[in-house]
């Protein structure tokens, strides 16, 4: 590659400082603005832009506008999406993690293409899941998941080794990410070239780690995976999209009103079951006929907790427990109640599951003797899951 001219490296120079009067001249000048060898690491000024310390888009959108190559990768193969997610900035909070959604989203509107991979075959939903676990800022990590997918990423592409996104969040212990490609079709009985899936590989980071938690919970999870197809995230957290993907189907804007109210009473009632995980317990939640709902519960150490939610526009319920910082995310249907909860300030995840109708107990703090304690505990499971008899 021939070196680059003076107007391309003052270019480049200014770029760095985001200095658009001088970028101005020495475009003027006919300065490359997509070199290549401006810098050791081959990074050209858009993915300058967008890595580092920080997204700056003032700086992303005048690049673009003048003619950078949304897809042009540089000498580590590495997209100008891949280089938006490998910035360090975002994951630190929330109000940062918007910038990242602003640099995708725009890259994406201008013509970037979401199936670019890296030289070891992995494409930006492989960075994202790597990059997407910091508690404050998962959400986002996962509303963008969501996207690529929309926007015609194929979920269960496997890169050079053969791993998948699955394989990556299952390793990482990332229960939402599971949770999500599951819901994606995500096929968790691929295999990688050593002959893993994606339930082995939690297995064996399961093993190293203490009783509990969340590694424990996405084995659980991968073990039955047709339980857990359920989307972690309502209509409201989804990125509108301007191209048809495997999934453009599903995105439909709520009416202003939310849910039919006819359709919403058909869940009114009480539900009451058991959930399980790091802590363990029975609850029960009470469905008015507006999708308003309250929840009380007891955990098996004899502690009692209280929360509020709705049923979504989607069909999901998201219920808040205040008392323990807890989130409940699950389906609903008219016959029953199930999906996963977690805390994040404690570190603490399982899953959930209860029968329209069954009737609610409060499990008492365990006895002194352990086997007096299991078979009392199973006893009680018994009780709560039957149906109340017909009035």
């Not at 640099?103 to 509107?109: G, N, P, Q, R």
């Not at 009103?257 to 058909?266: I, K, R, Y």
């Amino acid at each position: 590659m021939a070196p680059p001219s003076k107007a391309t490296e003052f270019f480049f120079k200014a770029s760095s400082n985001a200095n658009f009067e001088m970028m101005d001249t020495y475009l003027a000048r006919g300065a490359d603005i997509n070199c290549g060898n401006c810098e050791g690491r081959g990074r050209p000024p858009l993915a300058m832009a967008l890595g580092g310390y920080g997204i700056n888009m003032d700086l992303v959108r005048y690049l673009v506008k003048h003619g950078a190559n949304v897809n042009l990768l540089t000498q580590g193969a590495l997209s100008p999406l891949m280089f938006a997610i490998s910035s360090s900035r975002w994951s630190t909070s929330v109000a940062n993690s918007e910038e990242l959604v602003q640099a995708m989203t725009y890259l994406v509107d201008n013509g970037a293409d979401v199936k670019l991979t890296n030289s070891d075959g992995q494409n930006a939903l492989f960075y994202l899941v790597a990059h997407g676990y910091d508690r404050y800022t998962v959400k986002t990590s996962l509303r963008l998941m969501r996207y690529l997918v929309d926007q015609g990423t194929d979920v269960n592409h496997q890169s050079v080794d053969g791993r998948t996104a699955l394989m990556l969040a299952a390793g990482g212990c990332g229960i939402d990410s599971v949770q999500l490609l599951l819901f994606m079709k995500a096929d968790p009985k691929l295999k990688n070239k050593m002959g893993d899936t994606a339930l082995s590989i939690a297995e064996d980071t399961a093993a190293g780690r203490q009783s509990g938690g969340s590694c424990n919970q996405v084995v659980a999870m991968l073990r039955d995976p047709e339980q857990y197809r359920i989307n972690p995230l309502s209509n409201a957290d989804v990125i509108s999209t301007t191209q048809p993907g495997v999934l453009s189907s599903e995105i439909q804007v709520a009416p202003s009103g939310g849910v039919n109210p006819a359709a919403l009473s058909t869940y009114a009632g009480n539900y009451a079951g058991t959930f399980n995980g790091s802590d363990n317990g029975t609850f029960q939640v009470t469905i008015q006929p507006n999708g308003t709902l309250t929840l009380d519960g007891y955990s098996s150490k004899g502690d009692m907790f209280t929360g509020e939610g709705k049923v979504n526009s989607d069909g999901t319920v998201t219920i808040g427990s205040a008392s323990t910082g807890s989130t409940f995310i699950g389906s609903i249907s008219q016959d029953g109640v199930a999906g996963t909860w977690k805390n994040t300030n404690y570190n603490q995840a399982g899953s959930f599951q209860g029968k329209k109708g069954a009737q609610f107990m409060k499990i008492q703090p365990p006895p002194a003797n352990p086997l007096q304690a299991f078979g009392g505990f199973l006893n009680g499971l018994n009780k709560i899951l039957a149906p109340q008899p017909q009035q």
